[in-house]
């Protein structure tokens, strides 16, 4: 057993400089003869943009240039892309229309940028934006998910008539029409999926500089994945080739997915940086973020589920539009049709199951990949579902879910919604989660609670999640324009010590520490000796990112795979110089032994013959430095049972988690800590989408209303309480380490487990998110 | 523009200031200790708390030439002789971060909230760190660490 190697809840690596105000995140970094550049935006939802006076503010102090849309395409930069083909009905792909860096022509949404404002100061840039004169004539504007579609709405792009961008299908839907004309009872909900806004803590930024000597671009920039920011930025908008162009993401101070795409700003610091042949550093504001990051989730939706005489899903039909914003993001329409349709099945043997998607346009920021991106809509639509089916055949919530769970023995499982399962079992889960929060005994507490003026309910949540992404030739024959494998290079130093480099980036994971102790196991080197890098094209390989919990499943295996390299290297070495042969070699624990003998080696004296190769193995190369690359068989399968207790004061309409047990199969867990980690945020941001959080744009004006930390509701210590986790692991047929992801499961798997406890304490259908203490408190007086 | 002296980390310390420069600002802007950290524009997410004459302070809302002749402490203050401040190790210890883009403005709250309640349960540390806005620990861990600190370590 290799100390500190997989399954040790080992403190963290990165932690020393974080606690020491050491961490070095975008906007610490400041470069010699710096500029800044401010962004003037629309206010307006929906406008012409008749004409733009730059003139005043050109003059104003300290500015150093101002650039609008047409600038960027008079030096051939290309406009911001979508990486999503999805084919909808009728074979059509969905409607791309075109970006401009900084629009031209309209206006499509509060915050879409116009003009940059380049200064010596941030102050300086600011005081010039105010002199930038744009002449509007203001357009009406359409915001509404489930309206944007009608006759009459205002037209975003002419490129979608109607504002639909896809209209997409899924499933059997003559299946599930015989199901529902064959069914004992059907039930039905009508729900919504609330906008969030990501809101990582670190605002974004951007710092552009420019080489002349050598003609290349650095941009340091927040970003998950720096090297899919270069292929981006290189492939698509013709910032400068990527051997030309270095893209380095420092620490990041979270993502949750909304530092995966290439914004605006970022493009226009590595432009401008040669344009001016100065730096240019852009951050944003916090209500700046508001206004232009891509937010999540945003679906409307109607459920419906045949059921049987005993409960039995027969089939379930929906039909959701989603809405995509003013353009299309980088995975955009992708997330309400793959990463939500194909999880529609969830623990469940449904056999039909019919999916209608529409993907519309509005007057407000882009919608894109947010922690979970789309898995937390299939979830929270199913597990609501499921719970109106039970109370529509008067059966217990669990009972319904055991009558209707695929059985661990079924596995692989081929659900009717493409995905085929490898790997659970939800019984023992639920049972387990039953077991921990004492569901048995809630109705003891519920009447305890009523003594004392409270309305006490109890919610249960079984999710599953599709992570690991993804097999590349899936994905590819799915419309997502680039493969998903991960890559590592795994290199000794002469001295011993190794450095890791992956293609995958820490936005608060903690990798530095995991992926040191993938090597420390696998190796046998200390992990004192293994430093991980990672977040800079110049330094590793090539990588594409962090997101969809697919580090450890997809970028784990390939640093894994890199050190199984430098074993069989490794054995080579040792045989020639134990004088044995090669066969006879066995490796463990970080030595090299000739089977059978107490000759050995260790792997840093191997290490140092392979690179001082005085005495050789022959046609063997010098050096100890491995690179693998991994493209993932399958996707994996994290799963759960989530079990949420809460009291509610009818008169306040004030609400109380008062236990929350979460059950996960996560596989291996690598570091318990980290791992236990990711479950608590992961809940905190679904609890706050359930209980807090809410996007709000204004339908007539189309404003933003929730634009600030306080108008938005973030969740904080005193929304929340302590959580009880634990796990249920099974063991994934497509994955060599074993693990599944763990970064997204308890925003997936809260929201509904909080609503479905909510909608038992007020003995309800249904209520919508946020569930406010405004609303709580209408439906316990509604209720009586 | 106008002069500011103050003492930083026990350092004298002065600068040139425009009048509406902030005191994040100053602190990152001038003297580079960017431990400190901006994470929002309304006053709310506490990522800038730093301690301005021994209380725990929204760095972005004051004004640099108010803190003039203050003795200001940053998290780049907090650790004496390469040895961790015990609320600093307690957060390693209980896993009370995770992306550390909170965690300096956290700490700092923290520190000031076990120096005026030093028993403190776990009900008053939600409610006093009600101030300081963290994306991805829910807290948990950060009630955990708090605890410890509070408990002498």
Known sequence: MVENGIGASLKRKEDNRFLTGKGNYTDDINRPGQTHVYIVRSPHAHATINSVDISAAKAAPGVVAVYGGQDLIDDAVGGLVCGASVTGKGGEVNKTP????????????????????????????????????????ELPSTVSTANSDADGAPQLHEECPNNVALDWELGDKAAVDAAFAAAHKTAKVELINNRMVTNAMEPRAAVGEYNSGTDEITLYVTSQNPHVHRLVMSAFMNIAPEHKFRVVAPDVGGGFGSKIFTYNEEAIC????????????????????????AHGRDHVSTAEMALDADGKFLGMRVNSKGNMGAYLQLFSVSIPTLFHGFLLAGQYTTPAIYLEMRCVMTNTAPVDAARGAGRPEATYLLERLVDVSAREMGLDPAEIRRRNFIKADQMPYQTPVVQCYDSGDYHASLDKALGMSDYDGFSARQAEAKGRGKLRGIGLSSYIEACGVAPSAAVGSLGVGVGLWESAQVRFNPTGGVTVFTGTHSHGQGHETAFAQLVTDRLGVPVEQVEVVHGDTDK???????????SLPVGGVAIVNACDKIIAKGKKIAAHTLEASEDDIEFGEGNFTVAGTDKTMNIAEVAFTAYVPHNYPEGVEPGLDEIAFFDPLNFSFPAGAHVCEVEIDPDTGTLEIVNYTAIDDFGVLVNPMIVEGQVHGGLAHGIGQALLEGCVYDEDSGQLVSGSFMDYCMPRADNLPSFNVDYCPTVPLHNPLGVKGCGEAGAIAAPPAVINAIVNALDIKHLDMPATPEKLWRAAQAAG | MATVSMTVNGQAVSGEVEGRTLLVQFLRENLNLTGTHVGCDTSQCGACVVHVDGDSMKSCTMLALEAEGADVTTIEGLAKGGEMHPMQKAFQDNHGLQCGFCTPGMVMSAIDLVAKNPNPDEATIREQLEGNICRCTGYHNIVKAVQQAAKGG
Not at chain 1, 110 to 123: C, K, M, N, R, S
Not at chain 1, 275 to 288: A, G, H, L, M
Not at chain 1, 541 to 548: I, R
């Open chain 1, 98 to 137: 075109p970006r401009n860096v900084l629009t031209i022509d309209k206006a499509r949404f509060v915050g879409d940028p116009i003009i940059a404002v380049i200064a010596e100061t941030l102050a300086q840039a600011k005081d010039a934006a105010e002199l930038v004169e744009i002449d509007y004539t």
């Open chain 1, 270 to 293: 590595a432009w401008a940086a040669k344009k001016i042949n100065r730096p240019v550093k852009w951050t944003s504001d916090r209500s700046e973020g508001f206004m232009s990051d």
């Open chain 1, 540 to 550: 590793g390989q090539f990588g594409m990112g962090t997101y969809g919990s697919r």
